[in-house]
């Protein structure tokens, strides 16, 4: 068609601002369970998977975990992001973070979600069940 631009898609059938948007969503499907059972810490069961999306648009899921994921899935109702210190260091240099990690008490069930809208602004959306 004469006079017409088509905007210039990728593999995926999208043009570049809809893409940014697609891929711009983070999405979980958590799956941890805690079993703590007198003085010990207990069992852990992380069964998480991220989805993603491939350079044609295909969807799947990968494993993940909740344990080990971003910063932003402690918004979870019940969980916590702790702080993992490095106990052998001799105590003159005092305590040694050495990382961080996802944690919760219990059971965690379902859809995490996180994206940003048009003017850039994240959102975080839980959905339990």
């Known amino acids: 068609m004469a006079g017409i631009s088509v905007p210039h898609l990728g593999l995926d059938g999208l043009p570049p601002e809809v893409r940014a948007y697609r891929d711009g969503i983070e999405i979980y499907h958590v799956r941890y369970t805690r079993v703590t059972s007198g003085d010990d810490n207990g069992s852990v069961q992380d069964d998480t998977v991220e989805g993603r999306y491939d350079r ?74």
Do not use: K
Request: no cysteine.
């Open 56 to 129: 044609e648009g295909n969807f799947s899921w990968v494993n993940s975990s909740f344990i080990e994921g971003p910063s932003w899935l402690s918004q979870i109702p019940g969980a916590t992001r702790r702080t993992i210190i490095d106990d052998e260091t001799p105590a003159y240099r005092g305590p040694q973070i050495i990382g961080h990690e996802n944690s919760a008490r219990g059971r965690l069930r379902g859809i995490a979600m996180r994206y940003r809208d048009h003017e850039g602004t994240p959102h975080f959306q839980w959905v339990g069940y």
